[in-house]
């Protein structure tokens, strides 16, 4: 069964950085696009950055660029959103998502490509 598990969620202060993973279970990342996305209360879920297959391709909203960082390991089949700088209105619930299996190293920003979506992980910036 595919499965993805969000993790590294919490609250964290103005200007602080936090690390989110995406660990990918019952399928091989290699050949996947992995997006991640956020949802704030009110709100629709919007893009935050995607990475293709190999990770040689990435893809990050205007809103986060310079703030955040899209990595992955394959070989722990997790992929990484590494948040710097953070700000209270990057709170949100993120959630990953997969798109594949693929063979062109690409990814999308539109969120009705992605098949597989993890149940997603809660981050809050406040003092």
């Known amino acids: 069964q595919l499965q993805l598990v969000e993790s590294g969620g919490g609250l964290v202060q103005p200007g602080g950085s936090r690390r989110l993973s995406c660990a990918a279970s019952?399928?091989?990342?290699?050949?996947?696009?992995i997006g991640w996305f956020r949802q704030a209360p009110g709100k629709e879920r919007e893009p935050v950055s995607c990475?293709?297959?190999?990770?040689?391709?990435?893809n990050y909203a205007d809103s986060v660029k310079g703030r955040f960082t899209i990595s992955r390991d394959n070989a722990k089949n997790t992929v990484y959103l590494q948040m710097n700088n953070l700000k209270p209105e990057d709170t949100a619930g993120y959630f990953c998502?997969?798109?594949?299996?693929?063979?062109?190293?690409?990814?999308?920003?539109?969120?009705?490509?992605?098949?597989?979506w993890g149940q997603g992980t809660q981050v809050t910036v406040s003092s």
């Open positions: 019952g399928f091989s990342l290699d050949y996947y696009a």
């Open positions: 990475s293709s297959r190999s990770g040689g391709s990435t």
């Open positions: 998502a997969a798109d594949g299996p693929m063979l062109r190293n690409m990814c999308d920003m539109g969120r009705s490509v992605y098949d597989y």
